[in-house]
C-alpha cells in the first residue's frame, strides 16, 4: 500500500536558519504530492503542491520538488521565521477517491 | 479561501452515549468529503470517504456501525460516534474537496473526550 515516510522531530531553529525537511514515499502508479502546515489550533492548510515528477511546489518561501527516482519531496526554505513555527505534514494522493495519504508530521519551532 | 468548520470543537461525553459531528463547507459545495482521525503527536488517519447521496466508503479497521457517517447534502457531512468508549477519544478532523479547484480543505478538528 501507500506511506509516507516524514523526518522525525521536533526540529528546533534559530530565526533566518535554512529548513529542510525530508520526505519519501511508496506509492503505486503517479501519485500527488503534497506538503500541510497546521499552526497551533487551527486545522491543516495546503502549503503546496507537485502532480508530476520534476516538479517544483512553492509557496511563502517554501519549496518542494518531486524527485521520482529518488521518491522524495523534501521541504525547503532558505530562511525561516517566527510565524513558521507550526507542524509540517508531507502527503500523497492516490486511489479512485483520491484519499490522502499523511506522513508522521514534524513538528517544527523557530526562536526568535 | 475556502472555510470548512466543524461543530463542535470540543467535547467532552459519558461512555456508552452517542456523540455528532459536523462538518460544513462554508462557501462551496463539496461532492466528496473525508474524515480523519489524529491521535497525540501521530498522523492523520482516514476513516471514510463520504459522497453525497452515498454511502460512505471506510477504510479497512474501521468499524462502519460504530462510526456513523451521513453525507445528506453538498455542504453537510456528519460523523456520529455511537456506544462511545474511552479508546474513542481522539482529534476528529474532516475535510471537503472543492469541486471547481479539485483542492481539499480541512476543518479545525473536533476534540473528543469519552469518560
Known amino acids: 500500500g501507500n506511506s509516507v515516510t516524514q523526518m522525525e522531530g521536533p526540529v528546533t531553529l534559530s530565526e533566518e536558519a535554512f529548513l529542510t525537511i525530508n520526505c519519501t514515499y511508496t506509492?503505486?502508479?503517479?501519485?500527488?504530492l503534497f506538503w500541510y502546515v497546521q499552526y497551533p489550533g487551527e486545522g491543516l492548510q495546503l502549503l503546496l503542491k507537485?502532480?508530476?515528477?520534476?516538479d517544483k511546489g512553492s509557496n511563502k518561501g517554501f519549496e518542494a520538488t518531486y524527485r521520482k527516482e529518488t521518491t522524495s519531496f523534501h521541504l525547503e526554505k532558505g530562511s525561516v521565521q517566527v510565524s513558521d513555527s507550526a507542524v509540517y505534514f508531507c502527503?500523497?494522493?492516490?486511489?479512485?477517491?483520491?484519499?490522502?495519504?499523511f506522513g508522521s508530521g514534524t513538528q517544527l519551532t523557530v526562536l526568535p | 479561501g475556502a472555510v470548512v468548520s466543524q461543530h463542535p470543537s470540543r467535547v467532552i461525553c459519558k461512555s456508552g452515549t452517542s456523540v455528532k459531528i459536523e462538518c460544513r463547507s462554508l462557501?462551496?459545495?463539496?461532492?466528496?468529503m473525508f474524515w480523519y482521525r489524529q491521535f497525540p503527536k501521530q498522523s492523520l488517519m482516514l476513516m471514510a470517504t463520504?459522497?453525497?447521496?452515498?454511502?460512505?466508503?471506510?477504510e479497512q479497521g474501521v468499524e462502519k456501525d460504530k462510526f456513523l457517517i451521513n453525507h445528506a447534502s453538498l455542504t453537510l457531512s456528519t460523523l456520529t460516534v455511537t456506544s462511545a468508549h474511552p479508546e474513542d477519544s481522539s482529534f476528529y478532523i474532516c475535510?471537503?474537496?472543492?469541486?471547481?479547484?479539485?483542492?481539499?480543505?480541512f476543518g479545525p478538528g473536533t476534540r473528543l473526550t469519552v469518560l
Open positions: 475535510s471537503a474537496r472543492e469541486t471547481v479547484t479539485d483542492t481539499q480543505y
Open positions: 506509492a503505486t502508479g503517479y501519485p500527488s
Open positions: 507537485a502532480t508530476k515528477a520534476d
Open positions: 502527503a500523497l494522493e492516490s486511489g479512485s477517491a483520491r484519499q490522502l495519504t
Open positions: 462557501d462551496f459545495q463539496a461532492t466528496t
Open positions: 463520504s459522497n453525497e447521496g452515498s454511502k460512505a466508503t471506510y
